[in-house]
């Protein structure tokens, strides 16, 4: 459950991007950092490595409005997708308030996006938390890639494959050129208000 000052009226709430490496969950954060730099009140954090563009987290707060009263203050984070971060993914996840899963729509990585949602299911469960209760949005990523004659798996694909159990939002995307992007971000954010809006009655 998210961080809840009562006496500041505030509510902060940790939102988590996850997904295969190199799927595009920093250029998500990059996109949503450089549209909304006026509502962001510090620098974007992002340690890197060379395997992965994502070797900790890169991390976001982000000012959203207010709720009954509270002012409702967002954390965007990303995990490294490599399988060898592992510890560090589920380190990140702790707390997390709503979770965006970055799907890669490239058909080589179909099975990477299998063992990728899977591996979340397992270290969500590792704090007693359901991937079926928690705020999730899916993103297919990178459904540009198509017109440059690249194979991507088609939608249908990847709703069987990844939603067919979960029945969640889902949005075809282009993190570089930021086809849906700001649209995952305002579902993912609406659903964890929800959430939260229940939490506080």
Known sequence: ????????????????Y??????????NLEYIYQQFR????????????????TLFFDFMPFMVGKIKGYSVRVQ??????Q???????????????????VADSLSVQRKKNLISLKNLQTNLAAYKKDIFK???????????LEDQGIPVLPIDILEKDLNQQLKVPSFPASALKGDNVVATLKKIISLTMVAFQKGLT
């Open 76 to 81: 965007l984070y990303t995990v490294p997708g």
């Open 18 to 27: 996850y997904g295969p490496g190199r799927g595009g969950k920093t250029s």
């Open 134 to 144: 928690i705020p999730l949005v899916l993103q297919y990523n990178k459904r540009d």
């Open 83 to 101: 399988v060898k971060y592992d510890a560090t993914r589920r380190l990140v996840l702790k707390g997390v308030d709503g979770v965006v899963f």
């Open 38 to 53: 006026d509502r962001i009140p510090s620098e974007m954090v992002s340690i890197k490595t060379h395997g992965d563009r």
């Open 1 to 16: 459950m998210a961080f809840i000052n009562i006496k500041n009226k505030e509510v902060q709430a940790k939102i988590v």
